[in-house]
């Protein structure tokens, strides 16, 4: 058990540590998000919980998939131009998981701590401020849920472009200190 314990333990810090970003067209398409990360080594929330979800069942765990619904001017982490353009953008599905009836969040890459929440393997929590949550049994009852829901936003793309840049610079200042 300790040898399966240490073995989610590393699949975590591995797909923790991947950079968070947001590629356009995984968050709706199971198989594209996981060809990404293999591919990028590099994804959102949802990328990075299809594919760890995916690793935890190929090791016989029981997984979870857990879709918290937010808005992005709610969280803190965030500098003011972020939460300025966020402020008029549509309800957001973040994406974790339940994994043998523990909450893993792997989310934020370490290089974004301390401004965004990194967490560790023991101590998960979910890393964005939430209004409700959601759980769903496989990775397509959470696609066909958002694809119900999902508004569209013509602020969403520049929002997500400066996120991601917002987060490239945080990491290349975070290496030269």
Same mark, same amino acid.
Request: glycine share 2%; aromatic share 14%; proline share 4%.
């Given at each position: 058990?300790?040898?399966?314990?240490?073995?989610?333990?590393?699949?975590?810090?591995?797909?923790?540590?991947?950079?968070?970003?947001?590629?356009?067209?995984?968050?709706?398409?199971?198989?594209?998000?996981?060809?990404s990360?293999?591919?990028?080594?590099?994804?959102?929330?949802?990328?990075?919980?299809?594919?760890?979800?995916y690793l935890?069942?190929?090791?016989?765990?029981?997984?979870?998939?857990?879709?918290? @619904?937010?808005?992005?001017?709610?969280?803190?982490?965030?500098?003011?131009?972020?939460?300025?353009?966020?402020?008029?953008?549509?309800?957001?599905?973040?994406?974790?998981?339940?994994?043998?009836?523990?909450?893993?969040?792997?989310?934020?890459?370490?290089?974004?701590?301390?401004?965004?929440?990194v967490?560790?393997?023991?101590?998960?929590?979910?890393?964005?401020?939430?209004?409700?949550?959601?759980?769903?049994?496989?990775? @397509?009852?959470?696609?066909?849920?958002?694809?119900e829901?999902?508004?569209?936003?013509?602020?969403?793309?520049?929002?997500?472009?400066?996120?991601?840049?917002?987060?490239?610079?945080?990491?290349?200042?975070?290496?030269r200190?």
């Amino acid at each position: 058990m300790k040898d399966l314990y240490e073995l989610q333990k590393r699949l975590f810090l591995e797909v923790r540590d991947m950079p968070f970003e947001i590629i356009p067209g995984t968050s709706l398409d199971y198989q594209k998000a996981i060809e990404s990360i293999k591919k990028y080594k590099k994804g959102s929330c949802t990328s990075k919980h299809f594919f760890l979800g995916y690793l935890y069942q190929q090791l016989g765990l029981n997984v979870l998939y857990k879709t918290y @619904l937010f808005y992005w001017v709610d969280q803190e982490f965030l500098n003011e131009e972020l939460r300025h353009l966020a402020r008029n953008l549509p309800e957001q599905y973040h994406l974790a998981l339940y994994v043998e009836g523990r909450l893993i969040d792997a989310t934020f890459d370490k290089l974004l701590n301390p401004i965004f929440p990194v967490n560790e393997f023991e101590n998960c929590k979910v890393s964005i401020e939430y209004v409700d949550e959601i759980t769903h049994s496989t990775p @397509l009852e959470r696609i066909s849920f958002v694809k119900e829901r999902v508004k569209t936003s013509p602020f969403l793309q520049k929002f997500y472009s400066e996120l991601n840049e917002y987060t490239r610079k945080l990491r290349t200042l975070h290496l030269r200190v």
